[in-house]
């Protein structure tokens, strides 16, 4: 059986490449990629050509919208099925189609088949922030302006020939009203699929606040009017609990339990490696060529159990923190230390420190390793507002006062625009290995982490609940950490 996928993208290049990965690790092998473009002016055109799917097809329609580049794809399709995957959307696991068509063999009657949808944030894909079951739809909703999730719903294309395709007046309820033509309307027939199988980034153009959602409610509205049946404003805002309820009772756990990351990163920029570097001790500092180096701490791997960071080419890490005992047996060697005991070559003719620096912090620097230190700072904020492209010098060393992951994502960052980088991402240790803020004593020395709650408490307590609950729940009911592993670097590596 052969499925088609249609997306539509314009300006993706933050985001298509993740969806294109989803649809590469799919073990189904009848599957055509079938992506549309409406006239992208970012690299989005670019990151498609190196698209390395046998079974693509790439159609450029300039100025076209989101439903009349659907028609376009749909109209190419040869699948006997169709789903429609938006660029900035991700299948739940590399099983989805063969589950789907699996269904579909089992129903071979049914031509509508309608799974469950999650909703994250960015590149959180695990922090689930809504649910969309699609369980308990009825036909019925429709009257109603609730519709199933159209991202996780697979379609005969016999359908769109023979009832019509998506109506490109409509800006953005198209979706509706083809769900309330096929099936309130003209009756047929779906099956529920009551799995997970689309992940849905927030953001898109029908969740965007409430001015979406009456602008939608207007569409709707307009759709009934052309089927000639009344509908009160009124009755289209029972869509707003069935809304909320999908924000609500929430079980992450349950949610992530067979969700997997595509792993199939078809651009060597991108691509992550499976192995941490670790060096136990400062003087392997790798100062001889491009490194970036981290803490390996409670933050990091709770961020890496998130999916927010991640080992790659050139990243290091010192050991800082009590958690990674739980892979080696290695001392901790605390930020601060580092510092204080880091010989910085004398090819190394400048300091440049990204994020957070005090006057007094600055003087340390430039007494403790006699350098110039030039001091840039960063928006607050997500790390999207944080990037900002640098060019960094062979004989500059970046210091990096983010907290984690954002100063690892930006680290990340600033390795693929450089030709040049010697990057540490310090955060805090900075102002310890100053005296600027207190030092940690001694019976704390390897529960830093709780010594730091005595300021902005709130915050980093919020930030440490989250990271320890991550690390632990992947560590018993996930295998994301036995798919990398921990080494040595000798000096002579480096």
């Known amino acids: 059986m052969k499925i088609s996928i249609i997306t539509v993208t314009l300006n993706s ?21 079938i992506i549309v473009d409406g006239g992208s002016n970012d690299s989005t055109l670019s990151i498609l050509k190196k698209y390395p799917n046998k079974n693509k097809k790439i159609i450029i329609k300039k100025n076209s919208s989101i439903y009349e580049a659907m028609n376009i794809g749909i109209k190419n399709a040869n699948g006997d099925f169709i789903g429609v995957l938006n660029s900035d959307d991700i299948y739940q696991n590399c099983k989805v189609i063969n589950d789907v068509c699996k269904e579909i063999k089992k129903n071979p009657i049914s031509k509508i088949f309608i799974g469950n949808l999650v909703y994250f944030k960015d590149k959180d894909f695990y922090n689930v922030k809504r649910y969309f079951n699609s369980i308990n739809f009825k036909a019925w909703m429709l009257r109603f302006g609730i519709m199933p999730p ?15 395709y998506y109506n490109p007046n409509l800006k953005i309820a198209s979706d509706f009203e083809f769900f309330f033509r096929i099936i309130y309307l003209r009756k047929i027939k779906f099956i529920i699929i009551n799995r997970t199988l689309v992940r849905m980034r927030l953001g898109g153009v029908s969740g965007l606040g409430l001015s979406s959602f009456f602008k939608i409610n207007n569409e709707i509205r307009s759709a009934f009017k052309d089927s000639n049946i009344n509908l009160s404003y009124l009755s289209t805002l029972f869509r707003l609990p069935s809304k909320i309820k999908q924000i609500f009772f929430i079980n992450n756990m349950k949610l992530n339990k067979n969700f997997i990351k595509p792993d199939f990163y078809f651009e060597k920029e991108f691509k992550f490696i499976d192995n941490f570097n670790l060096i136990d001790n400062v003087n392997k500092i790798p100062f001889n060529k491009n490194f970036v180096l981290s803490a390996m701490n409670l933050a990091y791997l709770g961020s890496f159990a998130e999916n927010l960071v991640h080992p790659f080419k050139n990243l290091y890490h010192w050991p800082d923190g009590i958690f990674i005992k739980k892979f080696l047996n290695i001392k901790k060697i605390p930020g601060r230390d580092l510092l204080r005991k880091m010989i910085i070559p004398k090819e190394i003719k400048k300091i440049l420190v990204l994020g957070v620096l005090s006057q007094r912090s600055k003087k340390y620097l430039e007494n403790k390793f006699l350098l110039n230190v030039e001091h840039m700072e960063l928006p607050f904020g997500e790390i999207n507002k944080i990037k900002k492209k640098i060019i960094i010098k062979k004989n500059v060393l970046v210091l990096l006062t983010l907290p984690t992951p954002k100063q690892e994502q930006y680290a990340l960052f600033l390795s693929k625009t450089n030709n040049f980088y010697k990057i540490i991402c310090i955060g805090g240790s900075v102002q310890m290995a100053s005296r600027e803020d207190r030092h940690v004593p001694d019976y704390l020395t390897n ?19 989250r990271n320890y609950l991550y690390f632990y729940i992947k560590k018993i009911f996930s295998n994301i950490y036995t798919k990398v592993s921990f080494s040595f670097i000798d000096k002579s590596d480096t």
């Open 447 to 465: 529960f830093e982490y709780i010594w730091r709650l005595r300021t902005d408490t709130v915050r980093r307590s919020k930030r440490l609940i």
């Open 13 to 33: 290049e933050k985001t298509i490449r993740d969806t294109l990965n989803s649809v590469l690790s799919q073990n189904h092998k009848n599957l055509e990629h």
């Open 150 to 164: 159209h991202p996780s719903t697979f379609i005969s294309k016999k359908i769109y020939k023979e009832n019509g």
